[in-house]
């Protein structure tokens, strides 16, 4: 799928709104200024978010609960984790089950959500980006968006 600027990654990140539930995990791949934080952003604010989400890049986890969005989401960016074994001090399993999880740099954790929406973001030639999934069984009737 192109999307050829920022705002149509924010869209497509709202596009997703409508389709994600408590426990899922949505995971976001892509170089620096690829967009991964553009889609969250969209995301975030077809689920109620007023203003624009900040980058969790120094707080790790971000989280939002309701009211402030419709369901809980914890948004996290593991690009400053430098040993997978610090993801166990996050506490991301115990909210699995009643947040939704949007994860930037899952690349940094590799093997811990094999049952996520993978989402990864390349250059377009054009300067747009590129993204592709890959989608796992519980999104097949959910997907495309």
């Known amino acids: 799928m192109l999307l050829p600027d920022p705002a149509a990654s924010e869209a497509f990140g709202a596009s997703l709104a409508a389709r994600v539930a408590p426990g899922d995990v949505i ?3 892509g170089d620096l200024g690829m967009g991964k934080t553009s889609i969250a952003r969209g995301l975030l604010a ?5 203003g624009e989400a900040p980058s969790p890049s120094f707080a790790i986890v971000q989280p939002y609960d309701p009211p402030e969005v419709r ?3 914890l948004h996290v960016d593991l690009y400053r984790i430098g040993d997978p074994a610090e993801m166990a001090e996050l506490g991301l399993d115990e909210a699995l089950s009643d947040a939704l999880l949007l994860v930037e740099w899952p690349e940094r954790a590799p093997g811990y959500w094999p049952h996520a929406l993978a989402l990864t973001l390349h250059p377009a ?9 890959d989608v796992p069984a519980s999104w097949r009737r959910r997907w495309p968006t």
Request: overall charge neutral; hydrophobic content about 50%.
């Open 46 to 50: 077809a689920l109620g978010l007023a």
């Open 71 to 73: 369901m809980p989401v």
């Open 125 to 133: 030639p054009d300067g747009g980006r590129i993204l592709t999934a």
């Open 27 to 29: 995971t976001l791949s």
